[in-house]
């Protein structure tokens, strides 16, 4: 972007016009953003992939100075300030870094604080920690960082807690689709589909069809048909799906298939038809097998609830 090396001309020009105002002196171009300001101009994009990763650039056409970082961190854009100011500047055109939390805001560490009791002394010392946060007074989570709470519980087996937040959130907001999809999702993966559809159901309602609600009762009705059809998968089937996927293993054992992502744990697979498998561990991500005639299965396809898929070849 800097030189305009490996794009053409058009395309370059393109990503640096502003197609439309955000708000004064910022504008959304061609898959970045672009500010104005009086030191100049700076085009910058941040995103991630909903899971592990994090990542910011921006830069400077005038004094030829970028910067790009990345992270294993779904937080990792509470650093954009503190790695962008002493590369770019801190003179507008720098406004739009003050959109991104930072790591030492006073409400982050707040909301840090009850993650970190939760992990390191379990359920009771983050409802204390919590309450503690909720009656300083110097600090107030908002609804997003309850949200995140509740998502952060659930993903660490502390579903009871979850459903408590947020309920409780649901009770302070309940006009809030967000909210109920959040208790939604808290509620499927404590196992209480039925709860989770009605919570999802009432999102449904609150913001149409404009947002994830309908995906989600999709998604827990599959899982609960799976479950009363109790799909069985031949042996000869399963061999045919083990092997190796890039970084994804798929092994059989004792007439069960296994997967593991990396150097993550390894999680049985939930047969839910012939070709696919809900990961145990994470019931959020399942796995079709696309194989051809009756040989060994080609690829996989890793299908996320939020509607995201990651394909991953057999490598052998």
């Known amino acids: 972007m800097l030189t305009g090396r490996g794009l053409s001309p058009t395309m370059w020009k393109a990503f640096l016009t502003p197609v439309r105002a955000s708000s004064p002196g910022l504008y959304v171009g061609l898959g970045i953003r672009v500010e104005d300001g009086p030191a100049g101009c700076t085009f910058y994009h941040s995103g991630n992939n909903g899971r592990r990763f994090t990542s910011y650039m921006s830069g400077d056409l005038e004094k030829g100075l970028g910067l790009v970082y990345f992270t294993n961190a779904y937080n990792g854009t509470t650093l954009v300030e503190a ?131 309908r995906r989600q009762i999709e998604w827990v009705q599959d899982r609960l048909a799976a479950r009363a059809e109790s799909v069985v998968v031949p042996q000869r089937t399963l061999e045919r799906y083990a092997g190796q996927y890039q970084e994804r293993a798929i092994t059989v054992r004792g007439g069960r298939l296994y997967y593991r992502d990396g150097a993550k744990p390894e999680s049985p697979l939930a047969p839910m038809d012939m070709d696919l498998f809900e990961v145990e561990a994470d019931p959020t991500l399942r796995i079709r097998f696309v194989a051809h005639a009756a040989g060994p299965a080609a690829k996989i396809i890793g299908m996320y609830s939020d509607g995201t898929t990651e394909v991953s070849v057999r490598s052998r």
């Open 83 to 213: 790695l962008a100011s002493p590369v770019m500047g801190d003179e507008d055109p720098a406004r739009h870094r003050a959109a991104f939390d930072r790591y030492d805001d006073p409400r982050l560490l707040a909301l840090q604080s009850v993650q970190r009791a939760a992990v390191e002394a379990g359920a009771d010392a983050a409802r204390e920690q919590l309450r503690a946060v909720g009656e300083s007074g110097g600090t107030r989570l908002s609804l997003d960082d309850t949200l995140e709470l509740g998502a952060f519980f659930a993903g660490r087996e502390l579903a009871r807690l979850s459903i408590e937040v947020l309920e409780n959130t649901v009770a302070g907001a309940p006009d809030s689709a967000r909210a109920h999809l959040a208790l939604g999702r808290a509620l499927e993966s404590a196992g209480d589909f039925r709860a989770a559809i009605v919570s999802y159901r009432r999102a449904l309602t609150l913001e149409g069809d404009t947002g994830d609600a």
